[in-house]
């Protein structure tokens, strides 16, 4: 199986500052990654993911860092702004059956204005 | 942007009655997913459905739940006879190959009283 934490419940950035949510999984063999973003009331939003065979990839205004040998990564977001306030969460695939994600418990960030 | 949607976004049910719960994937999709969070928890898994069959399901999909897909678009979730440790965020999600993101619906709010 796999088990995915998140380091911070709450993450609070001025608005304009970057903002680095960060995770951590157990399984050394998951090799996809998903980070979501879940708005109050509402479903939880793709915004990027990320392979195993890579240790960065980049979207608008945001990347996600990969390292595979702490297992750990991170979601950064540039130019915080106050829309991005939300609960943010990563997602492990389960390797051995691609049909499960683990999710973690989420990182709420509040943009200041 | 295709989207999963889902209906209703609220259900109010008494104790041990029947829900279904609905959602119509994205069009193309050929892999179904229903998840729950409860009010402050991790997004769990509950059930896949891939060609027509369940393809896995959670220790929480016990016997009074069900899903369906009874024609080409819609994705039906049953639970049988309600519980009040039920009451959660029901979310579909769709995906179009295993190699592809997973996109969830808004989902529909669940309270049994």
């Known amino acids: 199986g796999e088990s995915v934490g998140l380091h911070l419940p709450t993450l609070s950035v001025q608005e304009g500052d970057n903002s680095i949510i960060n995770c951590a999984y157990s399984?050394?063999?998951?090799?996809?990654f998903i980070w979501y973003k879940q708005e109050s009331g509402k479903g939880p939003q793709f915004i990027i993911d990320i392979r195993s065979n890579m240790d960065k990839r980049q979207g608008q205004r945001v990347t996600v860092l990969l390292n595979k040998t702490v297992k750990h990564l991170s979601l950064q977001i540039a130019a915080t702004q106050p829309g991005d306030s939300a609960v943010y969460f990563c997602?492990?695939?389960?390797?051995?059956?691609?049909?499960?994600?683990?999710f973690g418990s989420g990182t709420k960030l509040n943009v200041k204005p | 942007e295709p989207e999963v949607t889902q209906t209703p976004s609220h259900q109010v049910t008494q104790m041990g009655q029947e829900v279904i719960l609905r959602c119509v994937p994205i069009s193309n999709h050929l892999y179904f997913y229903w998840y729950r969070q409860i009010l402050g928890q991790k997004v769990e898994f509950l059930v896949s459905f891939y060609n027509n069959e369940i393809s896995e399901k959670s220790e929480i999909f016990d016997d009074q739940f069900s899903v369906e897909r009874p024609d080409g678009s819609n994705f039906t979730l049953k639970i049988r006879s309600t519980k009040l440790e039920d009451s959660a965020m029901y979310f579909c999600?769709?995906?179009?190959?295993?190699?592809?993101?997973?996109?969830f619906g808004s989902g529909t709010q669940l309270s049994v009283l």
């Open positions: 997602a492990a695939a389960d390797p051995y059956n691609f049909n499960k994600f683990y």
């Open positions: 399984n050394s063999a998951s090799d996809y």
């Open positions: 999600a769709s995906r179009g190959s295993t190699n592809e993101k997973l996109f």
